[in-house]
């Protein structure tokens, strides 16, 4: 096993395109390559060494067995292990934008909150948040017809809106409240939201939506029978009909 530390070096005024902290880019280096890695902050092309600190174990070794540990606050470090195949990334406290953008293996861990757009398009692998997720958790960029593809992310606190979007695989499981409009355009992919949340599975054709709160059902959804999950009564609803949509969605009884 390898293990690697990164450290900022102070607190970022601007932020930093960070897609170079993954197991993928560290894996096949020396520490003396990884510090001398090319990072851009804004419009700036920096060294990795001009801005974090890399400690740990030197020489190469395979991607399945690199841990990088984050250590202090990379909240304005964007892209962190973008694509990553296996290995670890863990961050003692939050992550930027578009952490595990492409990712299609391996576990990022993060033990405060990330920011907008988490795991975006993620095909595999699994995202695990102990705070809150920002806007558009597991879902796609601008213009691309699939968000989130495969794998697994969990979020301890809550989660902004558009969770899900354009989703067409993978799980999500927030136990918190979910902003405005999760599993939108939803087409084949599992979602649980275990608070409240708004207009769920707006558009959705296939896929499952679960929300143990309270939810405002749209009206383009038909309205099944009773179910029982985990112990307990779900009304069952079938659509978004208005896209003769063939998604389910729950929301437990007595709280909507």
Known sequence: ?????????????????????????????????????????????????????????????????VTITLQGDFSRAKRIAEGMTAGKVEAEGGVGMHAGNNMKGGLLSVQKDAEDWLGREMRGGKITVRGNAGNYLGAGYRGEKCGMRGGEIEVGGNAGAYLGEHLCGGSIRVHGDAGDFPGAANQGGTIFIGGSTYLPGAEMTKGTITVRGRARVLPSYQKMEIMSIEGEDFQKYVGDLVEKGTGELFVRVGSS
Do not use: C
Request: aromatic share 6%; proline share 6%.
């Open 1 to 65: 096993m390898r293990t690697i530390t990164i450290t900022p070096l102070k607190a970022f005024e601007i932020s930093v395109e960070a897609e170079i902290i993954s197991p993928d880019k560290f894996a096949p280096l020396s520490l003396s390559q990884i510090r001398s890695l090319s990072i851009w902050q804004g419009n700036r092309k920096r060294k990795l060494s001009d801005l974090f600190r890399a400690e740990g174990d030197d020489g190469p070794a395979k991607v399945e067995d």
